[in-house]
Each structure stands twice: as structure tokens, then as C-alpha cells.
T-cell receptor, first 112, second 113 residues
């Protein structure tokens, strides 16, 4: 039972365009969401997060949007760069706890 | 500034053998997490420790899996006996305090033949 779902296993975008990665969740107790980025043969690295009291958080080229009513969040990367090619994991936690529930990841490929 | 260090990076062993994965968290970090990554299920939390004490092991799949943290700078994840379905990438992560971002090691790719 996947409580955090990333339904697109892969996404291909041209350099300079916007990349939009999507994530859905089912557990209404989740109140904090994170995105991690992972290169091959390396561990995931933290990218950006958002609390459920907000609907948007921005950090440079990366913006995360949260739609609580739809239980949906998205990560926007603008402009996309070849170095952004990686697997992106969405994660969620509930009630200030330490347990993260991850999605299965989306492989982003940014083409020249 | 050293990150989370895991060893070995790769492990290939035969079914039935004991496997021990090792992790050194970032110095000063109070929390340590063990995850397993598979294609079908993504990253799953197996167990986590706070100040060397196991807090939640509900993700540990079976009694064949055990984890210890004898001191603040070392943890092990042991599988005995190992089975082919245990093949996956195992990650260790640590965080400074509760609710801080987790920093991951580069993982151990485990193959059970």
C-alpha cells in the first residue's frame, strides 16, 4: 500500500524548459513534505521541503507546490539544466515524527 | 567534512550466508536511519535510532533482519540467513536533530545469489 505515489517513472525535458514532477499521497496525517534528488551510485540528497501550512516554497530554480485538498504536490525546476538529470524522490512525514515515507521516484532526463 | 559512510559498497553472497552492512553517521548527529531501496517499493524505512537506542523497527521485514548501534559512531544491519529477495540497495542516513533533513550515505548494493 503506497501512501506516497509518483506515477511517472520517467520524464524527459529539453534544457531551458520547465520540469514538473508530481507526487500524490493518501495519508491525511502527512503534514511535511520533502524532495530528494539522487544521482547513480550515490545516496539521495535533500533538495527542498514544504510544510502543510504553506502552499508554495521556492529555492532558486526549485519550487514546490502543495495542494492539500487534492493531496498533491509538485516540484518545478526552471530552467532545467543537464545537471538536473537524476531520480527525484518525494517523501512525507506525519505529526512531527522522524519517519519518512518515500515514493518510488521519477527519473528526470534533461536533454540538450 | 565527511558524510555518512557505508561499507561495503557492494556485496555479493550466496543464499543462506550472513550479511553485515556497516554505517558511520555524521559526527554529532543524534538520529540514524536504515533504508532499503527496491524498484517496486522505492525507499522503505527499516529502522531508526535516537542516541543509539532503537526507536521504531516496524519496517524490519522479518526476524532474519537485525540492527544494532553500539555507539554514536557505528551501526550495523545484519541479515541471517540471507535470501535472494533481500537483494536491494541499503542506505544509511543520519540527521542532526529530530525533524532535520536526513543525510544519506552512498548505499550498499547487496546481491544474494
Amino acid at each position: 500500500d503506497q501512501q506516497v505515489k509518483q506515477n511517472s517513472p520517467s520524464l524527459s525535458v529539453q534544457e531551458g524548459r520547465i520540469s514538473i514532477l508530481n507526487c500524490d499521497y493518501t495519508n491525511s496525517m502527512f503534514d511535511y513534505f520533502l524532495w530528494y534528488k539522487k544521482y547513480p551510485a550515490e545516496g539521495p540528497t535533500f533538495l527542498i521541503s514544504i510544510s502543510s501550512i504553506k502552499d508554495k516554497n521556492e529555492d532558486g530554480r526549485f519550487t514546490v507546490f502543495l495542494n492539500k485538498s487534492a493531496k498533491h504536490l509538485s516540484l518545478h525546476i526552471v530552467p532545467s539544466q543537464p545537471g538536473d538529470s537524476a531520480v527525484y524522490f518525494c517523501a512525507a512525514r506525519a505529526g512531527g515524527g522522524n519517519k519518512l515515507t518515500f515514493g518510488t521516484g521519477t527519473q528526470l532526463k534533461v536533454e540538450l | 567534512d565527511a558524510g555518512v559512510i557505508q561499507s561495503p559498497r557492494h556485496e555479493v553472497t550466496e543464499m543462506g550466508q550472513e550479511v553485515t552492512l556497516r554505517c558511520k553517521p555524521i559526527s554529532g548527529h543524534d538520529y540514524l536511519f536504515w533504508y532499503r531501496q527496491t524498484m517496486m517499493r522505492g525507499l522503505e524505512l527499516l529502522i531508526y535510532f535516537n542516541n543509539n537506542v532503537p526507536i521504531d523497527d516496524s519496517g524490519m521485514p522479518e526476524d532474519r533482519f537485525s540492527a544494532k548501534m553500539p555507539n554514536a559512531s557505528f551501526s550495523t544491519l545484519k541479515i541471517q540467513p540471507s535470501e535472494p529477495r533481500d537483494s536491494a540497495v541499503y542506505f544509511c542516513a543520519s540527521s542532526l536533530r529530530s525533524n532535520q533533513p536526513q543525510h544519506f550515505g552512498d548505499g550498499t548494493r547487496l546481491s544474494i545469489l
